[in-house]
């Protein structure tokens, strides 16, 4: 997804400043889908105000600079929509946790049983996060289905984690270090 996508989107959902959109996506709801930054949010808000997709006004805050705080246009509604009709791209899934795994067998146990365990830690505030979005008094039925989707799937990764955790345990070296890189080797 682009980043002129989620501004666009979440817009429509609210007017917002460069900040809040920013903080929408990094903590909020819309973190599941981009990767934005403000080096990347600032220039799009500029292109999309320049293309009349969006709209901006200033308001004044006392003691501090004014706050921009944008606004979809209808004709950023229709591209919206537009952008959202094409077939979404694959999702992207990176992790450092499946790095770990895949090295499991140059790694002294301690190390795989530590990053198991921080992975679960994750997959729990991640089902913690997503289920406090589908119970908010403020969402609405599409997002409370994608919160509730998101929550199966992060669920399914738990449970596989849990049931499978010893067999990615048993990969690794032993915590005495007398087997590191013997099973590189072999």
């Keep these: 997804m682009s980043i002129r996508t989620l501004c666009l989107a979440i817009l429509h959902a609210r007017e917002a ?10 903590e909020g709801t819309y973190r599941y889908f981009a990767e934005a930054s403000f080096g ?8 999309l105000e320049a293309e009349a997709l969006v ?16 606004a979809i246009t209808d004709a ?3 591209a919206l929509v537009a952008d959202l009709s094409v077939e979404p791209a694959p999702d992207v899934f990176r992790s450092s946790f499946m790095l770990v795994a895949i090295c499991a067998p140059i790694l002294p146990r301690a190390v795989v049983t530590a990053a198991i365990e921080a992975r679960l830690e994750q997959l729990r ?16 039925d599409a997002t409370r289905w994608a919160a509730e989707y998101g929550v199966r799937c ?11 955790r010893g067999r990615l345990e ?13 099973r590189a080797a072999e």
Excluded: F, M, W
């Design 17 to 26: 400043t460069g900040y809040e959109i920013k903080k929408l996506s990094v």
């Design 40 to 47: 990347s949010i600032y220039p799009t808000l500029a292109r």
């Design 55 to 70: 709209t901006v006004r200033e308001e004044l805050q006392p003691g501090k600079p004014a706050r921009k705080v944008y």
């Design 76 to 78: 950023g509604r229709e």
């Design 125 to 140: 505030a991640e089902v913690a996060h997503l289920s406090e979005i589908a119970a908010s008094a403020e969402c609405d």
């Design 154 to 164: 992060v669920a399914r990764s738990h449970e596989y984690l849990i049931e499978n």
């Design 170 to 182: 048993a990969l690794a070296q032993p915590d005495d270090g007398a087997g590191i890189g013997r």
